[in-house]
């Protein structure tokens, strides 16, 4: 079983419309991180939250981490072409230095 | 600044050959990692250092694995002898405050 579960694994969408993805784990993270990757790219960091119901906001997409910081979400508003790709969240747990653990990934094609 | 870099970009290799991925980090990056990542398993640690030590290699699936980080502008990490089940993409990050910065990734297919 995953620590960090994703969903919807695939999303796909048409421009302009508003979409959610969630990162869902039973246990504590100390921060956890949202990455986006494209195909034949290595994950691009994209944001980190560190505060239990922390809201950071990155142009059209706002991130945020649960009260109690076992989960976290990400809203992308009046989606793009450009957005197309896999977003993957990561978390730290609490005590494990750098050890990152990534979710299971969703993947999200925005069409014309 | 060139970013971490990975070579080679694909690797195809034949079952029980030794294979060498390469990584060097960005500048100035004190700790290094490599995960590996395939459709089944998602993205996964396999080792990391700090200042070129070793802190955690828990994530190596097998003896079969090593990795070394032998000055603090190179890392490699060995399969040997190599299996179909080792066909992955591999990628080395490095960080220095805890922003990860991934490479391209190697892209190895072991038939």
């Known amino acids: 079983t995953q620590l960090l579960e994703q969903s919807p694994q695939f999303l796909s969408i048409q421009e302009g419309e508003n979409l959610t993805v969630y990162c869902n784990s039973s246990?504590?993270?100390?921060?956890l991180q949202w990455y986006r990757q494209e195909p034949g790219e290595g994950p691009v960091l994209l944001v980190t939250?560190?505060?239990?119901?922390e809201v950071k906001k990155l142009k059209r997409l706002t991130f945020q981490f649960g009260d109690a910081r076992k989960d976290s979400s990400l809203h992308i508003t009046a989606a793009q072409p450009g957005d197309t790709g896999l977003y993957l969240c990561?978390?730290?747990?609490?005590?494990?230095?750098?050890?990152?653990?990534f979710g299971t990934g969703t993947r999200l094609q925005v069409t014309l | 600044d060139a970013g971490v870099i990975q070579s080679p970009r694909h690797e195809v290799t034949e079952m029980g050959q030794e294979v060498t991925l390469r990584c060097k980090p960005i500048?100035?990056?004190?700790?290094l990692f490599w995960y590996r990542q395939t459709m089944m398993r998602g993205l996964e640690l396999l080792i990391y250092?700090?200042?070129?030590?070793?802190?955690?290699d828990s994530g190596m699936p097998e003896d079969r694995f090593s990795a070394k980080m032998p000055n603090a502008s190179f890392s490699t990490l060995k399969i040997q002898p190599s299996e179909p089940r080792d066909s992955a993409v591999y990628f080395c990050?490095?960080?220095?405050?805890?922003?990860?910065?991934f490479g391209p990734g190697t892209r190895l297919t072991v038939t």
């Open positions: 500048s100035g990056h004190n700790s």
């Open positions: 246990s504590v993270f100390s921060s």
């Open positions: 990050a490095s960080s220095r405050s805890g922003d990860k910065y």
């Open positions: 250092f700090n200042n070129n030590v070793p802190i955690d």
């Open positions: 939250v560190v505060t239990g119901g």
């Open positions: 990561a978390g730290l747990l609490t005590g494990t230095a750098s050890k990152l653990t």
